[in-house]
């Protein structure tokens, strides 16, 4: 009768046979991997180091600022913005931009929103927008500091563009940033009333954050 010679794991064991030394060799490959791409990323990140978009207010015309007794707001804004990448060897996507203006920390218009775009290296583009506020309610000091403004010839808004960027290098796209853009537009305003719609044409630079 034939001997019939059954290994047990333990005699597997013996031979030096390891299920986990596999795994662990193959966690170990898959983590060195990982932290190589990483690296790499990080690596050329920091080489690049990409600078934020710069942005700069154009003109700005305001069609309608009527305040009703009710203390609701009708308004009607033109507002044109200069959009730059400053990077030579970084793009950028735009995505989610939505623009409105607010007065005295006031929104007196709805947002509206602008369509996603590509910026390639030191590429500029010309951004427009129509900003309208329709029975917007407001504080009541609103026209009190209205006539302030009139009375010192001049209306200060605030022209401010909320999204997400990401950057590009090669064929390499980042995860979205949030975008803040805060642009100041000084307009004439005098005791008179005006014929026309009240204008700003100006370069003034835009604060931006990400």
Not at 56 to 63: A, C, F, N, R
Not at 107 to 118: D, E, G, K, M, N
């Amino acid at each position: 009768m034939s001997q019939i010679d059954i290994k047990s794991p333990k005699h597997c064991g013996k031979r030096g046979f390891s299920v986990d030394k596999v795994y662990k060799k193959f966690f170990f490959a898959f983590s060195v991997l990982f932290s190589s791409i990483l690296s790499l990323i990080l690596l050329v990140w920091i080489i690049l180091h990409p600078s934020k978009p710069q942005f700069s207010l154009k003109e700005t015309d305001i069609y309608q600022l009527n305040l009703s007794a009710t203390q609701l707001l009708n308004s009607s804004i033109q507002l044109t913005l200069l959009s730059k990448n400053p990077n030579q060897k970084v793009g950028i996507y735009y995505d989610d931009l939505q623009v409105y203006a607010a007065y005295k920390g006031q929104q007196i218009t709805v947002h509206s929103s602008l369509p996603p775009f590509y910026q390639g290296h030191g590429d500029s583009n010309l951004l427009t927008a129509s900003l309208v506020g329709t029975g917007l309610p407001v504080a009541p000091s609103f026209g009190y500091e209205v006539g302030r403004d009139q009375t010192a010839g001049r209306l200060v808004l605030n022209l401010k563009v909320n999204g997400r960027v990401r950057w590009k290098v090669g064929t390499w796209v980042s995860g979205r940033y949030r975008l803040n853009v805060n642009c100041v537009a000084v307009v004439a305003f005098g005791p008179t009333i005006p014929t026309g719609p009240l204008s700003s044409k100006q370069g003034t630079q835009c604060s931006t954050s990400i």
